[in-house]
């Protein structure tokens, strides 16, 4: 599931966060400034989808592997039930990250992790931070909830502006319900140094909740990113979110969960409809189990995108280096007319990402996805000197 709603920047503007340099998105003027719809692409029916190249919404293109398949379709015996055995899931992440279950909260995809907190700790009146773009479902979510989001900018290269957090956090102290990193960021693809994750931690009031949203987490190769699982077993007031929908291509089964200390998870229970499907819960013990398979995916991933990138610059377009499994590409013009030139040519890529609109954002597909895509962009983009950019 990708966000629907593309965040604009027209918003309420006001107070300290101004003079930070933030921008606060009140509830209204949020929802307001969202209302340009869904900038999904309106497709027909079921032929019509399965002949696209699906390359918008991050997803794994190659489906469960048969470890995942096998479990789930043992499961499929529980279907009549409200009550059954759930295959250990809570008990089998506890494990994979060395926590106790009481830290485990799982939900209906890490979208609802995010919900749940934004309900927990930022309704009425309270306050998310972070900055934009970056995954906005999380500021959709507090403004429908009476909440508000506290923006800032990336930095000229593409980095999250920890110092300015820090800044935008601490002045606005009373009101902040927690912060908010998606690490690495989504849309850019971009990881935030573990230093830096540290010094925002430390830089903050220790007692407010720093959301750490890892759903890109299994693509990642560079050394500076550590997952901030760690932090939990300190006992610092930091929940992880992760994800069953990328690397263990299970988005439509939805199953995604929270790590974080008993007390948040308490605080955040309450929220939860608790009602994630029993054939996921199999298939999710499978997915964690089943690395072998995950390693391929990943390194399939990579390769492609490696691929990709080299073929988009070598017609002149710049590339935000990713460490994830999509990428963002330097279009240099408005990216909504490109997104709409790509659909008509059976390509479906990401849908803009405010500020950012001359920026389009790719996710890596399979390989004959990808070569569908360099046939596209070839068309629609030329290369960046050429002037077919028409
Ligand atoms: N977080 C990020 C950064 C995402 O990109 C997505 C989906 O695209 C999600 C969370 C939500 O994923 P899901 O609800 O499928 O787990």
Same mark, same amino acid.
């Given at each position: 599931?990708?966000?629907?709603?593309?965040?604009?920047?027209?918003?309420?503007?006001?107070?300290?966060?101004?003079?930070?340099?933030?921008?606060?998105?009140?509830?209204?003027?949020?929802?307001?400034?969202?209302?340009?719809?869904?900038?999904?692409?309106?497709?027909?029916?079921?032929?019509?989808?399965?002949?696209?190249?699906?390359?918008?919404?991050?997803?794994?293109?190659?489906?469960?592997?048969?470890?995942?398949?096998?479990?789930?379709?043992?499961?499929?015996?529980?279907?009549?039930?409200?009550?059954?055995?759930?295959?250990?899931?809570?008990?089998?992440?506890?494990?994979?990250?060395?926590?106790?279950?009481?830290?485990?909260?799982?939900?209906?995809?890490s979208?609802?992790?995010l919900?749940?907190?934004?309900?927990?700790?930022?309704?009425?009146?309270?306050?998310?931070?972070g900055v934009e773009p970056t995954y906005s479902q999380v500021?959709?979510?507090?403004?429908?909830?009476?909440?508000?989001?506290?923006?800032?900018?990336l930095?000229?290269?593409?980095?999250q502006?920890?110092?300015?957090?820090?800044?935008?956090?601490?002045?606005?102290?009373?009101?902040?319900?927690?912060?908010y990193l998606c690490n690495p960021n989504n849309p850019t693809g971009v990881v935030i140094?573990?230093?830096?994750?540290?010094?925002?931690?430390?830089?903050?009031?220790?007692?407010?909740?720093?959301l750490i949203d890892e759903a890109y987490h299994?693509?990642?190769?560079?050394?500076?990113?550590?997952?901030?699982?760690?932090?939990?077993?300190?006992?610092?007031?930091?929940?992880?979110a992760?994800?069953?929908? =990328?690397?263990?291509?299970?988005?439509?089964?939805? @199953? *995604? !969960?929270?790590?974080? /200390?008993? %007390?948040?998870?308490?605080? &955040?229970?309450?929220?939860?409809?608790?009602?994630?499907?029993?054939?996921?819960?199999?298939?999710?013990?499978?997915?964690?189990?089943?690395?072998?398979?995950?390693?391929?995916?990943?390194?399939?991933?990579?390769?492609?995108? =490696?691929?990709?990138?080299?073929?988009?610059?070598? @017609? *002149? !377009?710049?590339?935000? /280096?990713? %460490?994830t499994?999509?990428? &963002?590409?330097?279009?240099?013009?408005?990216?909504?007319?490109?997104?709409?030139?790509?659909?008509?040519?059976?390509?479906?890529?990401?849908?803009?990402?405010?500020?950012?609109?001359?920026?389009?954002?790719?996710?890596?597909?399979?390989?004959?996805?990808?070569?569908?895509?360099?046939?596209?962009?070839?068309?629609?983009?030329?290369?960046?000197?050429?002037?077919?950019?028409?």
């Amino acid at each position: 599931m990708d966000t629907k709603f593309a965040v604009s920047r027209r918003g309420f503007v006001g107070g300290v966060a101004t003079a930070l340099g933030a921008l606060t998105l009140e509830p209204d003027k949020f929802l307001l400034a969202q209302g340009v719809g869904s900038q999904q692409p309106k497709i027909g029916g079921e032929a019509e989808y399965d002949a696209f190249a699906k390359l918008a919404a991050n997803e794994n293109p190659y489906g469960p592997p048969d470890s995942v398949l096998q479990a789930m379709t043992h499961a499929m015996k529980y279907a009549n039930r409200y009550g059954y055995p759930d295959g250990g899931i809570v008990e089998e992440i506890a494990k994979h990250h060395g926590v106790k279950p009481e830290n485990v909260m799982i939900a209906a995809g890490s979208g609802e992790i995010l919900d749940v907190v934004g309900s927990a700790f930022a309704s009425n009146g309270k306050k998310a931070v972070g900055v934009e773009p970056t995954y906005s479902q999380v500021y959709q979510h507090v403004t429908s909830v009476k909440g508000a989001a506290i923006t800032v900018p990336l930095r000229e290269d593409h980095g999250q502006d920890i110092p300015a957090l820090i800044r935008v956090t601490r002045h606005n102290y009373r009101d902040v319900g927690f912060v908010y990193l998606c690490n690495p960021n989504n849309p850019t693809g971009v990881v935030i140094p573990k230093q830096e994750v540290r010094q925002l931690l430390d830089g903050i009031p220790e007692d407010t909740p720093v959301l750490i949203d890892e759903a890109y987490h299994h693509f990642v190769e560079s050394p500076d990113y550590a997952t901030s699982v760690p932090y939990v077993l300190e006992g610092r007031s930091v929940i992880v979110a992760r994800t069953f929908s =990328k690397i263990a291509a299970l988005a439509g089964m939805r @199953l *995604g !969960y929270a790590i974080a /200390p008993r %007390e948040l998870i308490q605080q &955040m229970r309450p929220y939860s409809t608790g009602t994630i499907n029993a054939i996921v819960k199999h298939g999710g013990v499978a997915a964690l189990r089943d690395t072998a398979s995950q390693a391929q995916v990943k390194q399939i991933t990579l390769d492609l995108r =490696k691929k990709t990138v080299g073929q988009v610059q070598s @017609l *002149g !377009y710049s590339v935000i /280096p990713s %460490e994830t499994n999509f990428f &963002m590409i330097h279009i240099k013009r408005p990216v909504q007319p490109v997104i709409a030139a790509f659909q008509q040519r059976g390509v479906l890529v990401g849908r803009p990402f405010p500020p950012m609109l001359d920026y389009l954002r790719v996710s890596v597909g399979t390989a004959n996805e990808m070569d569908r895509f360099m046939v596209a962009f070839k068309e629609v983009m030329g290369t960046a000197t050429s002037g077919s950019r028409g």
